[in-house]
């Protein structure tokens, strides 16, 4: 069994109608939902109320990057949402995550401040050509995830490989969010670094982003709930 409230549901689409269907075929549930760059771009932040009216936690997923004090009033503007996490790309450095959790870390109720290290869709060799990053894929996340919590953050976005290297490194109660999650028999679509739920809850994972397995499901309901039954 996978616990609910570990699961997070990308709800990735530009069409309101769908949205609303996703939304309240999910509801009832004690998950959260992720609300990336697709949905808030194209429509608007009242997206995030309406996921908080159906009752659900709230991942702001829009990866911050740019100058230290752009994203800090970024992030204060996006935290007077009802929002529950929102992250910011660690590619920014040190002084930009360091001024990010100034700037929202005194709030009375804050969001939980998350890190991007590595996309998931990311392989090393792409790293090592692209980034010109040299070492290995893990070395880069351990890298970030230890600025990330010098800063005051309180966990990283990260593949679920490489979940146990953070927590070793960092301890149990730094957070661990993992995209490049997929069921059993799953397309893995355009994710690189992957395992299926049960792996990733295993690996020690806290939270766990799962998008079209279940919102291009024919019956979304359905596969969320043979995924927390360990299908």
């Not at 730094?174 to 792996?199: H, S, Y």
């Amino acid at each position: 069994m996978i616990p609910a409230d570990k699961i997070i549901v990308a709800l990735d689409t530009q069409d309101p109608e769908k949205l609303n269907q996703l939304l309240k075929a999910l509801s009832g549930e004690k998950i959260w939902v992720k609300i990336g760059m697709e949905v808030f771009y194209s429509l608007g932040p009242d997206v995030v109320l309406k996921a908080r009216d159906q009752g659900f936690k709230i991942f702001l997923d829009l990866k911050l990057h740019d100058i230290p004090n752009t994203v800090a009033q970024s992030l204060k503007a996006l935290s007077r949402l009802p929002i529950d996490m929102i992250n910011v790309h660690a590619a920014g450095g040190k002084e930009m995550m360091q001024k990010s959790f100034e700037a929202i870390g005194n709030l009375p109720k804050r969001p939980l401040l998350i890190a991007v290290t590595q996309l998931t869709s990311t392989t090393e060799a792409q790293m090592h050509q692209d980034q010109r990053i040299t070492g290995s894929i893990e070395a880069s996340v351990l890298n970030y995830a230890k600025i990330a919590q010098e800063s005051h953050f309180d966990g990283v976005v990260s593949s679920p490989l490489e979940v146990t290297a953070i927590k070793n490194l960092l301890g149990k109660n730094f957070l661990t969010v993992t995209p490049g999650i997929r069921p059993m028999g799953n397309d893995l679509n355009d994710q690189k670094r992957v395992t299926t739920p049960a792996e990733a809850l295993a690996l020690g994972t806290d939270y766990m982003v799962i998008g079209r397995p279940i919102t291009q499901a024919a019956n979304p309901k359905q596969a969320l709930l043979e995924i927390l039954q360990g299908k």
